[in-house]
């Protein structure tokens, strides 16, 4: 049984991952990769089996609870797995699978995802479904689990993923790191980098590292040098940072768009400039929208984008920039000569990632601060925030906290094709 609307061909509604443990071996000049995915799942109706999703990666052995399956079958997309014996709903079972090959981006409706070589190493950019080209996984939004990676690489090589770091060693002709993420996170936002990276400790209100090629080291500083102040602003406006730690790895090649992932981002060497500055608070705001508050289903995405949109709004007034009501104001004034055809609360799956939804969720946010006013606005925020902390929430849950003016305010905003006018401060 597939799981979202929006990505029907990902996921499997029967069952809940509870962890993924990942060994992983990568050979980064033949860009050859080997693991063993231990997944610790229940069942969430009585089933016989199962389906994940592995896309251009040879399976070469799974177990069952120690055992072989009954089936085991690999098409382009899943691996179907048949347990020969009832699992009773509520009943936990294990499946390791071991595979091969060479990672690749996946073809998509949204272009290319998933594990990409660089020109001296690899990123993984999954959003929305493009974990499966690297590690077997029930690729739903709202599947979210713990995870432990362990990753091998060349020496001169190092890895960076989401979690806490508890390894970093060289072995031979190997270099070992081992990050743990106890934290519910999901598939799209499970994340390893590898380059030629060294770390920088940045002094933050929370754990920040920089991790840059040596011949970006000094312009990454510079880059990210108001990362301190701008932890400390959003996390006045949005509650106190939700990950334990941030780490932002700067590519040695220009990247399209930087990304975020869980206590994450990356961003390439094109970003190294203060027109990337927004870029910069977008991604960062993810931790609270998305990372931490995470939507459990694609169709209302603007609970990511349009607060992320509207914290780089929020930056550019408390740095000294344009304060958000003028931000607002040109964005709306844009998108007047834009086609006024989609619902932001549901934009349907080819226009997930349109720029309308980012800009008019934030736009949806700023009328609702000009009706409560800023002590109320930012109270909501924060309330919000610390509410499902680590959760998953659907538009509704936002809705359910607003009265009914305000809600009218929302709904103007993300129900209807149509373009509403802002009220005046």
Avoid at 107 to 113: A, E, K, V, Y
Avoid at 224 to 251: H, K, W
């Amino acid at each position: 049984m597939t799981g979202d609307a929006y990505a029907p061909r990902s996921g499997d509604v029967t069952y809940d991952v509870v962890s993924y443990d990942l060994d992983l071996d990568y050979r980064v000049r033949t860009n050859r990769l080997s693991g063993t995915a231990t997944i610790v799942a229940t069942a969430s109706t009585d089933l016989r089996g199962v389906s994940l999703d592995l896309i251009g990666m040879r399976v070469t052995r799974v177990r069952v609870d120690g055992a072989s399956p009954a089936v085991q079958r690999q098409s382009a997309q899943h691996l179907q797995i048949g347990f020969g014996r009832d699992v009773a709903a509520g009943e936990a079972f294990t499946i390791e699978v071991r595979y091969d090959g060479s990672p690749a981006p996946r073809r998509s409706p949204w272009g290319t995802i998933g594990w990409e070589e660089l020109t001296d190493g690899a990123l993984v950019a999954n959003q929305p479904t493009g974990a499966s080209t690297w590690f077997p996984c029930n690729d739903r939004p709202d599947d979210r689990a713990r995870m432990r990676m362990r990753i091998a690489t060349d020496r001169e090589y190092t890895a960076v993923a989401v979690g806490t770091r508890i390894r970093d060693q060289v072995q031979g002709r190997r270099r070992i790191a081992e990050y743990v993420c106890d934290v519910p996170t999901a598939t799209y936002l499970a994340a390893v980098q590898i380059g030629r990276y060294g770390r920088t400790e940045i002094d933050a209100p929370v754990p920040v590292e920089l991790w840059a090629p040596t011949a970006l080291r000094a312009p990454a500083v510079a880059a990210f040098a108001d990362l301190p102040r701008m932890i400390a602003a959003l996390a006045e406006r949005f509650g106190p940072y939700p990950q334990s730690q941030y780490r932002v790895v700067v590519t040695a090649d220009d990247l399209e768009i930087p990304l975020e992932s869980q206590g994450m981002a990356v961003f390439g060497a094109n970003h190294l400039d203060s027109a990337s500055e927004r870029l910069v608070a977008h991604e960062l705001a993810h931790q609270w929208f998305g990372n931490s508050v995470g939507i459990a289903r694609w169709q209302d995405i603007w609970l990511n984008e349009g607060f992320a949109c509207y914290a780089e709004w929020l930056w550019s007034e408390a740095s000294g920039g344009p304060d958000a009501d003028a931000c607002a104001r040109a964005h709306l004034r844009q998108l007047a000569d834009e086609p006024q055809d989609l619902v932001i609360a549901d934009p349907g799956a080819a226009l997930l990632f349109d720029d309308r939804v980012y800009k008019r969720g934030a736009l949806a946010l700023h009328a609702l601060r000009l009706h409560l006013g800023d002590g109320a606005f930012f109270d909501l925020l924060r309330a919000w925030t610390a509410a499902h902390r680590h959760g998953l929430v659907v538009t509704d849950d936002f809705r359910g906290l607003l009265d009914d003016a305000s809600a009218e305010v929302l709904s103007s905003w993300i129900d209807r094709v149509s373009l509403p006018r802002l009220a005046r401060r």
